[in-house]
């Protein structure tokens, strides 16, 4: 049976506060809320999905028991997760496998990187003497890393990706972001141990660590673009029994700005002059994202649609702060209206001098 995915149902990154679920819940179940889809079946599954899922991210200890176990969590919970069924002797135990289809051992080695080997009863690993009623799994507590008096085996947290949204401006010139997350601290009720009485703390879900709300000052490097990752060391999810933390990674998006289009490291923008300024020449005034303005010197008898290229004047290159792009400036001509017949006279003579 495939695995649910409770944040992907609630449309949710998994560094969602206890807010961002409650939003997101009544967001979902007012839109696919039986009532308000009559005769359609899709949407009403699909909000006892929203239900089903806003009852386990919505409760602090259910969510750690589902972001340590995955969708199999609480069947694990119920079994004791990985809690011995049958005889034990020598630091051993043997776990029933009576649902060879049930997922235990793929999950145990997603979380822990432990090794199995399946064994026959009857013997301690060896070759099993008369009829086999069914596959175990014989494994050392050590192999899990955890068992009587033991603590399952410290894994380094996950890498959490997350998109953030920059303006050209951030861009271009770097910026410094307060960003609110999710991160954890020591579980007071094992002490941050993952076990309390022999067993998987019932709070932490066994990764010693409870959430915490936090502030994060982020430095936005100058020259980021779309798909760039910037790396916030250590803020990513939480390591399991004393594990270094993850990796926080911000995917930027940069918004589309109003007076420039980017592509790669040069800035193209368009610059409206005068008909008298094209066809006499003169001096004109472009600004740049970072807020200052320069002086462009547009050439007598500028046509309308000429670019004009400034050297060195466009996006920084990420992590090269001394190369830059080119900005591209293309010349509009703003033909002139309500012209008074004075005006109309002198186009008519120089109509008439060409």
């Known amino acids: 049976m495939a695995q649910k995915d409770y944040y ?7 560094t969602a506060t206890e807010q961002d679920i409650k939003s997101a819940y009544r967001r979902l179940a007012r839109k696919y809320h039986p009532d308000v889809n009559q005769d359609n079946t899709q949407a009403t599954e699909h909000f006892k999905e929203i239900n089903e899922a806003y009852e386990v991210l919505g409760d602090k200890e259910k969510r750690y028991k589902y972001d340590s176990l995955g969708s199999d969590w609480e069947r694990l919970d119920k ?5 011995s069924r049958g005889s034990s002797s020598g630091g051993s135990y043997t776990y029933d496998y009576t649902n060879p289809n049930g997922g235990f051992g793929d999950i145990f080695d997603s979380i822990f990187g432990t090794s199995r080997t399946r064994t026959r009863p009857g013997g301690s690993g060896g070759a099993s003497s008369g009829t ?7 494994t050392r507590a050590s192999d899990f890393g955890f068992g009587r008096g033991a603590t399952p085996r410290p894994q380094r947290g996950d890498d959490i990706e997350q998109p953030l949204e920059v303006s050209l401006e951030e861009a271009y010139q770097g910026s410094t ?3 609110q997350i999710q991160s954890t601290e020591l ?24 959430p915490r709300p936090k502030r994060l000052e982020v430095r936005i490097p100058p020259g980021v673009d779309d798909g760039t990752k910037v790396k916030v060391p250590g803020e990513g999810g939480p390591g399991i029994s004393g594990g270094a933390r993850g ?3 911000l995917r930027i998006q940069v918004l589309p700005h109003p007076a420039f289009v980017r592509k790669g490291p040069d800035l193209h923008t368009t610059a409206n002059i005068s008909l008298y300024t094209a066809i006499l020449g003169g ?24 670019v004009f290229r400034l050297t060195n004047q466009g996006m920084p290159v990420l992590n090269l702060p001394n190369s830059r792009g080119d900005m591209y400036v293309k010349i509009e001509v703003n033909l002139p209206s309500n012209l008074s017949e004075q005006e ?3 186009f008519e003579q120089l109509k008439d001098l060409r």
């Open 8 to 14: 992907k149902i609630l449309e949710l990154p998994r």
């Open 79 to 83: 079994a004791g997760f990985g809690s």
């Open 132 to 138: 086999n009623p069914g596959p175990s799994i014989h």
């Open 177 to 179: 972001r307060q960003l």
């Open 187 to 210: 579980c007071s009720y094992c002490s941050g141990t993952g076990m309390r009485s022999g067993q998987r703390c019932t709070l932490c879900g066994g990764r010693g660590v409870v």
């Open 247 to 249: 990796d926080l990674l």
């Open 283 to 306: 001096e004109i005034i472009v600004a740049s994202p970072k807020g200052s303005k320069f002086a462009l010197n547009v050439p007598p008898e500028t046509q309308n649609g000429k």
């Open 344 to 346: 109309r006279q002198l």
